[in-house]
């Protein structure tokens, strides 16, 4: 295996360094999935994911997608789990050697950081095929369930909260549906807002299984419930 893979351009660079800033906000410690394959990679973070087995609450992954360069020198074909800060560390020093007057389209090099272990939720793979479309879903929906939820967690958990209360409020207030499409979960209206994949168009759902996926311009989010599936 080589030691570093290539994006295609500047901006795709930059859009990563972008997502795992937010990423890093929401865990400091946490880390993201990177599977290449023709051509793309397949950034996942993880947004709400359950704690241990007896944890009923959804699990809600983000997603962007980034061209590879198909000149440039680097592994081509992979799939690792490293540290955010890790891998942010070495996209921007990336960019750096770059310059900032290169050209858009220069191919930017990162180097793999070292492989992080024992992430439960990357051994969760979410379907490649069999998506059905359904009802696009106005963005102002998610956009106000987020908001509702970020000030009902920021007001029951005081600062110095241990832990454990800390998870069965975030998964209590996240794990509850939205009013307005109450196949969701709360935490997935978050994880489009805090990954500053909500915008003006509209978010389209598509769902197979236990799985659904809303798509925006600027990235996915997944959701696994436990409860419901398409079929239901």
């Not at 290539?6 to 999935?33: F, K, N, Q, W, Y």
């Not at 998870?167 to 994880?191: N, Y």
């Not at 799985?211 to 419901?228: D, I, Y």
């Amino acid at each position: 295996m080589n030691t570093a893979f290539a994006l295609s351009s500047v901006p795709a660079a930059h859009d990563l360094s972008v997502l795992l800033a937010r990423a890093l906000r929401l865990d400091e410690a946490g880390a993201v999935r990177l599977i290449a394959d023709a051509g793309v990679l397949a950034v996942y973070v993880a947004v709400i994911t359950p704690k241990g087995l007896l944890d009923r609450g959804p699990t809600v992954l983000g997603l962007r997608t980034l061209a590879l360069s198909p000149t440039a020198e680097g592994e081509r074909t992979f799939d690792v789990v490293v540290p955010i800060r890790s891998l942010q560390a070495r996209v921007d020093a990336a960019l750096t050697t770059v310059g900032d007057d290169a050209p858009v389209g220069t191919p930017v090099t990162i180097g793999f950081p070292a492989a992080a272990s024992t992430i439960v939720w990357a051994g969760i793979s979410p379907p490649r095929g069999g998506w059905q479309r359904m009802s696009p879903l106005d963005p102002t929906v998610f956009a106000a369930a987020a908001r509702a939820g970020i000030e009902e967690v920021a007001t029951a958990i005081p600062e110095g909260t241990g832990e454990q209360i800390v998870h069965r409020v975030r998964s209590e207030v996240w794990g509850r549906p939205i009013p307005e499409a109450d196949h969701l979960p709360a935490g997935s209206a978050f994880a489009l807002e805090s990954l500053g994949f909500l915008g003006d168009d509209p978010v389209q759902q598509f769902a197979t299984g236990s799985w659904v996926r809303l798509s925006t311009n600027r990235g996915h989010v997944l959701v696994k419930q436990n409860a419901w599936s398409l079929s239901n």
